[in-house]
């Protein structure tokens, strides 16, 4: 498609369907993993962003989330565990006018490939990152991983996990990140909202998928998605609208004096003294970023929003200063003046 109007086709164009973004290739997640209903929204997605598929690309490194370009009708590269950020780095400097997706896990985002995603972050290149998060490694069998619960008995942790677990959108937000979401696998219309926001934001988009995995971590975030607790569990956050969630949203986040968040109702304190959402404010962010603890909701929607420059767009005009001021060079001819040269 080249129409100006998303999911309207131009004269002569057919217009793009869910059903052309799915590849021809079985899809092969355990029976009721939640790889499947992320997939199904992503693809639902596909066509209301009004690009041809030959300028799509969907690169992933290794675990159950990174079979995900062979389910896309689109291009996509399937790498090595951890580099997808160095792959989509390269491509988005070779072809900025590509719209290049990340699909990665937590073990193969954070763990192994964690330096190569804080620094995709800060440097804010224009791509979109999905990362799925069951808190467990699910392709090589149930170790624990960078996301992990304390506590929690796997192969690699017979005696239970020691090691505190990332807090995923903290680290985002110090890595530089200027978008940053969270949502739900099983909660597809949130889901779907979150991705268009993430599709629409110039810079790196990071969103955060928490994940079933119902063979090696079932179960992790029943709380959260369980009807019988739902409510109390999920506090949905919108750009300037209060921090309210609980049945009939009469429970909300109050900033207590010491700046500490704390859970209030509506029957005993004035609903302006409840903290309002500002996906712009850093500090906000990470009050957000920190919450769902016990006896605190989980932030569900975008976290943070803000502009800034995009590295692409940067190295782009660097390459075409220095071209206008020193001419465009031969390679050939440098290659073979000699063994050494001065670069001035």
């Known amino acids: 498609m080249s129409s100006a109007v998303a999911g309207t086709a131009a004269p002569g164009e057919r217009e793009l369907t869910r059903k052309d973004f799915e590849s021809d290739q079985d899809v092969r997640w355990c029976p009721g993993c939640g790889d499947y209903a992320i997939l199904s ?14 300028n799509i690309v969907f690169i992933s490194g290794i675990g159950c989330s990174s079979r995900f370009p062979y389910y896309m009708n689109t291009y996509g590269f399937h790498g090595i565990h951890g580099r997808a950020p160095t792959l989509a780095t390269g491509l988005k400097l070779a072809r900025p006018e590509l719209s290049v ?10 763990s192994i ?8 972050l800060r440097r804010n290149l224009d791509v ?23 506590g929690l008995v796997t192969k690699s942790s017979p005696l239970g996990v020691v090691d505190p677990p990332f807090d995923v959108a903290s680290l985002a937000l110090g890595a530089g990140a200027t978008f940053i979401a969270r949502s739900v696998d099983i909660e597809s219309k949130h889901l779907l ?49 209060p921090l309210l969630f609980g049945a009939g949203l009469r429970k909300g986040i109050r900033i207590r004096e ?10 005993d304190v004035d609903a302006g003294e409840i903290a309002v959402h500002d996906e712009r404010n850093p500090v906000r962010t990470q009050m ?3 919450l769902g603890q016990p006896g605190l ?19 782009h005009d660097q390459i075409d200063a220095a071209r206008a001021a020193r001419g465009t060079g031969d390679f050939n001819t440098l290659f073979r003046s000699g063994e050494t040269w001065t670069v001035e």
């Open 41 to 54: 929204q992503v693809q639902k997605l596909m066509p209301e962003l009004d690009i041809p598929r030959e």
């Open 101 to 110: 997706w990340i699909v990665t896990g937590d073990g193969d985002g954070l």
């Open 288 to 290: 957000l970023a920190r």
């Open 258 to 267: 010491d700046l500490l968040p704390e859970v209030v109702s509506l029957d």
């Open 113 to 120: 490939g964690g330096n190569h995603l804080i620094h995709l």
């Open 297 to 315: 909701p989980m932030p569900l929607g975008v976290l943070r929003c803000v502009e800034g420059p995009l590295y692409e767009q940067a190295v």
């Open 193 to 241: 909202g979150v991705l268009r926001r993430a599709a629409a934001h110039k810079g790196t988009s990071f969103v955060e998928i928490l994940q079933n995995c119902p063979v090696f971590n079932d179960g992790i975030y029943e709380e959260l998605t369980a009807r019988a607790s739902r409510n109390d569990r999920q506090l949905l956050v919108e750009h300037g609208k």
């Open 128 to 150: 979109n990152i999905l990362l799925f998060n069951n808190a467990i490694y699910g392709l090589t069998k149930g170790q624990y991983s960078p996301t992990s619960q304390v």
